[in-house]
């Protein structure tokens, strides 16, 4: 069993891949560990404690409902935590939040309330090409917030991943979708570049990171373990389903102009400028240099698209 911190704090635990930790983490407790783990999820609204509350399992964490933002709130979550994994982060600015607030304002409120309740070690999931000198704007903030950790005072891991892939998220409902359609429109032909990484192997990385009792600043970048088009992606599936859609390019130029039309015309858009760029960005990496730190193995992608894309996946309402 890794040694994790017995207190562990998650932020932005009511996404996808933070439910998807809690029970992890929760069946860790349960294995034989001297004492069991005491987790506790941050999350913003009763709405997303709902679903946190909703995690099967016989060890329920304790559910904080808080702003990201506040001092004052997020000194109370970090209280008594060791170890925090932070999961929050936004691809889209909308009206309630913009990628400064969203990004550096919570690191650097976290990394303030971490360093002052002596914890540990923080864990924070970030986004393949980030970086402060990115000209994605999103790309950027993300950048500049690992920066903030980076140079903390507490001990921090970043893990740097591009599309994650896992049960019943809405990149794996797309896919499974898009595959068995007659016709498909991808921007550019779907000729960008994608190493989609099983949601276990993220949550297997996270608990490895949070395992790591070096006083270490780490920057890991992470990927899946074969680099593809998105169109030789999206016919894998497609071919589990014994299905070929026909393929239908849209010109990348098309698209920015769309994407910018929506922006202006709407407050809140399905897709914008600085989203469009981070769904074209090309993931191309080794992900064996952040396997060795990490101590993990990956998830060969034909296993992870039966499970989450395949004809046998059980669909959710």
């Known amino acids: 069993m890794p040694d994790l911190p017995r207190n562990i704090l998650v932020t932005g635990a009511n996404g996808n891949l933070g439910r998807q930790l809690l029970s992890r983490l929760a069946e860790l407790s349960g294995q034989g560990a001297s004492q069991p783990i005491e987790v506790r999820a941050l999350v913003r609204s009763e709405s997303a404690a709902a ?45 309630g939040a913009t990628y400064a607030s969203a990004h550096e304002k919570t690191c650097r409120v976290l990394e303030a309330a971490a360093a002052e309740a002596g914890c540990q070690r923080i864990v924070y999931l970030s986004i393949l090409g980030s970086h402060e000198g990115a000209s994605n704007a999103c790309l950027a903030s993300k950048g500049a917030a690992e920066a903030i950790l980076l140079a903390g005072r507490v001990p921090s891991t970043v893990l740097r991943v591009p599309m994650v892939l896992g049960p019943d998220d809405f990149a794996s409902r797309a896919l499974a979708s898009q595959a068995q359609a007659r016709a498909v429109a991808l921007v550019g032909g779907g000729a960008t570049l994608q190493q989609p990484i099983d949601s276990r192997d993220v949550v297997a990385a996270i608990v490895a990171a949070l395992s790591d009792a070096k006083a270490t600043r780490l920057g890991l970048d992470l990927g899946g373990p074969e680099c593809l088009s998105h169109r030789a992606l999206l016919l894998r599936v497609a071919e589990l389903h014994g299905a070929n859609p026909r393929v239908i390019p849209i010109p990348l130029t098309l698209a920015r102009i769309f994407a910018a039309a929506l922006a202006r015309l709407s407050a809140n858009p399905p897709i914008t400028p600085a989203m469009l760029e981070i769904l074209q960005h090309d993931d191309r990496l080794d992900p064996e240099p952040a396997c060795q730190a990490l101590g993990i193995q990956l998830t060969p992608l034909i296993e992870t698209l039966r499970a989450y894309t395949g004809p046998e996946v059980k669909k959710h309402d």
Do not use: F
């Open 51 to 95: 679903q946190v509350r909703a995690i099967p399992g016989p060890q329920p964490p304790e559910i904080m409902i808080g702003d990201y933002t506040d001092p004052a709130s997020m000194a109370q979550a970090v209280a008594g935590c060791a170890g925090i994994v932070h999961l929050v982060g936004i691809i889209k600015e909308g009206a």
